[in-house]
Every structure is written in C-alpha cells, then in structure tokens.
C-alpha cells in the first residue's frame, strides 16, 4: 500500500493553547488536506497524551507498541495518560533494536491487536525510536487495511528524522527497509524529557542528522549548532526544543516539494552514500548509523570541496563539529574493506548506469544532489577519511 505525501509547509508557532494546558513550545504544522497533522516539541508531553488523542476524535480502544527499553521508563505513563482521557490502552512491548523491525514482529503485533479488539476507528501509538515508529507505523498502515497512529518519538533521531515524511516499514534477510507503505501519523509528539534516559552515544548520533540539515538546507542552523552545542549536549530544553522544531520543519519542507524522492528529497541522503555502506560492510550494529554518517559527510564535504565548489574553510568548519561531538570522522580501510564498501555502495539505490551518484554541497546551507562521481574520485574522498 503506497498513500502519496502532500505535506508542504514549515510553520512554527509558540505559544500553544490545548484545553486547560497552556503550554510554551514550538509546534510544527504539516498540513495534508484532510490529513494534516501537527509535531509538538516540548517538555512532559506524555502526561497530557490521552487528552491531546481525544481531541483527534479517535476511538477509544486502542494500542501503545514500544520496546524494552523505552517500555519501563514511559510505558505506564503513556498507559495511564490514555486511560485517565477514557481510552482503553493495552501495551505491546517488542525487543529494543534493529532486529525487531521485521515481519515476524509485525505478526506478533497483528496478534495481540486482534486479541484487544483493535477496530477500524481505533489506533496505535508509537512509543519509542526509529525501530518502534517503522515497526508501528507500518502495523498501523496495514492493520484493517489502515488504522490512525499517533508517534511519540523518544530518540533525537527519530525526534528530527524518522518521525516526520510517513516512510514506515521493516526489514527483509535481503536488505534494509525492504517493505514498507507511506502512512502519515494524526499527531507527533517529541517529549523532550524522554531524552533524559536516551544513552548519550545515542544522543550524539542522533545529531549527526541536524548537522546534516545544516549543510544542505540551513546555513543559520549550522552556525547555531557551533554556537549552542554544549547546551545541546547538555540537553537543555530551550536550545532543544528550537532546533528540532527546526529539524523537523526543514524536513517537512523538503518532503513536500519531492513527496516520491524523485529530487529534492534525495538530499537528506547527504552523507549516506558512504554511511550506508560503512554500516553495511562493517556489519550492522558497530557503528551507530549518525556515527557511520559523521564519516560519510567528511567524505562527501571532501569531494564538495572538489567538485562543487564548498570552499576549503567550510569543509574544516563540518569536521570541527563532527570532532567536538566526539563522533568518528575517519575510518581504517584496509584493501579489502575498501573493496567491501565498494560493493555496497554499488548495491545500494543511488547508483545508475554504474556511476555511483552523490549528494554533495555547493556552500552550507545548499545541497546539490544527483551528482554522479567516478571510482577513481570516491576513492580519492576515501583517502581523505582514512584512519
Ligand atoms: N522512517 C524514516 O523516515 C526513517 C528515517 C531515519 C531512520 N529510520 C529508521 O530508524 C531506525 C533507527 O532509529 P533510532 O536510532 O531511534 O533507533 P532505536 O529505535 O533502535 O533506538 C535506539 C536505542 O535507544 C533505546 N531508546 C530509545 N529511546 C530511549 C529513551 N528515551 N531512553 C532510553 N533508551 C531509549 C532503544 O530501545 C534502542 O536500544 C532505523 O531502523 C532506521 O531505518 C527511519
Ligand atoms: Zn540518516
């Protein structure tokens, strides 16, 4: 099941009134029609879960998916936030990490949807990273052929990235993300105080991500970022919630302009071309994927240098904030690790006619994509972050 996106816009609004919570954070509006939705940035969110989902008029019974770890620390306040708003929650807890975005998962959560009575009006909610909101997402897209789900996002990175654009689906043997629908959510909320358990090498990995932002759309984002990294480091809300209402705006900027990746969209790939195939070829889980795209952006910064003009100084400036997230920006590359990432990359999407293309920046702040580069200069970027 493929639905179209349409979101296109970026507004930011403080200030947000709901019923008797008067409330200061940003909120990022997606509108889609009839599907419009919006992502709330700010502090105890969770608490106030049910009586935000009781003004989607949804139905009452519903189901929060969440994994292990997220599962003891907001599981029952989720739980309990829906029912004191007159929803009949069950919890559905999956193993955390990658090796639950599968179908078998997906079973499992048919299952005990079944078993609660999940209905066409009911819904899911998303408690947790990128694995749950793939996972549940894609249970919600297909589910009765489509049921509503609300994501609560509990990661930086999918609080900046993998909430926002309606790609969800899991995992094949074969490859990565393999199966998946587009399936917008009725509402995101991104609870900042979730990240006070996010392990901090999750937290800069998820930064990695903003960078990226910074580079190829928001030159005043990435002077941000060099301004307020400490306090961002320290998670202080205010410096927080700023720039992921950023993040997630930019994002549902650029997916609006290029709802099937047919252009724009390609740029948030900066950086991925060879970060997917170092986490590909080194096996996943040694790298995280931000730390696997700190080293990839180095390299494709390098050759921006080359082929696109990004001047010399700004290619310094992207490693210098790379180095002060203490998040990898070379890798060794024996001879036969560099043929392994070869061959990854050449597996992956974003090859055509056996020229491997690129995302590659013109100054920070402005991305060009579709560029196709010969092996001989992939090589020579290699060489630029070899360890
Ligand atoms: N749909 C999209 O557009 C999109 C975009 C980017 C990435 N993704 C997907 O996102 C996934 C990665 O997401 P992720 O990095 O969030 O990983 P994740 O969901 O596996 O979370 C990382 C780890 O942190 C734990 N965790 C999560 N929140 C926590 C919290 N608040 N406190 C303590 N522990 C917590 C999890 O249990 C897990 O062990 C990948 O599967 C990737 O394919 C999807
Ligand atoms: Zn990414």
Known sequence: MVTVIECSAD????GTQIGSLSTSMPTVQVPLGNRSYEIQVGTRLIATLGERCRRLKIGTRCAVITDSNVGKHYGEAAIKSLKVAGFTPTLITVDAGESSKNLSTVQKCYDQLAAHRIERKSFLVALGGGVVGDLAGFVAATYLRGIAFVQV?????????????????????????????????????????????????????????IVKYGVIYDATLFQRLEKQLDGLLEKQ???????????????????????????????LNFGHTIGHAIENSSGYGKFLHGEAISIGQVAAAHLSARRTGLPTADVQRIQALF?????????????????????AMRLDKKVSAGEIHFVLAEGIGKAVWGQRVPDAEVNWALDQVKG
């Open 237 to 267: 809300p205010p410096i927080l919630s700023a720039i992921i209402a950023r993040c997630c705006a930019i994002k549902a900027e650029i997916v609006s302009q290029d709802e099937t990746e047919t252009g724009m969209r390609a740029a």
């Open 153 to 209: 996002p509990t990661t930086l990175l999918s609080q900046v990235d993998s909430s926002v654009g309606g790609k969800v689906g899991v995992n094949l043997k074969a490859g990565k993300n393999l199966v998946g629908a587009f399936h917008q959510p009725r509402l995101v909320l991104c609870d900042l105080d979730t990240l006070t358990t996010l392990p901090d090498r999750e937290l800069r990995s998820g930064i990695a991500e």
């Open 323 to 343: 180095e002060r997230l203490g998040l990898p920006t070379s890798i060794k590359l024996p001879g036969d690790k560099r043929d392994k990432l070869f061959s």
């Open 11 to 14: 507004r930011l609004a403080f």
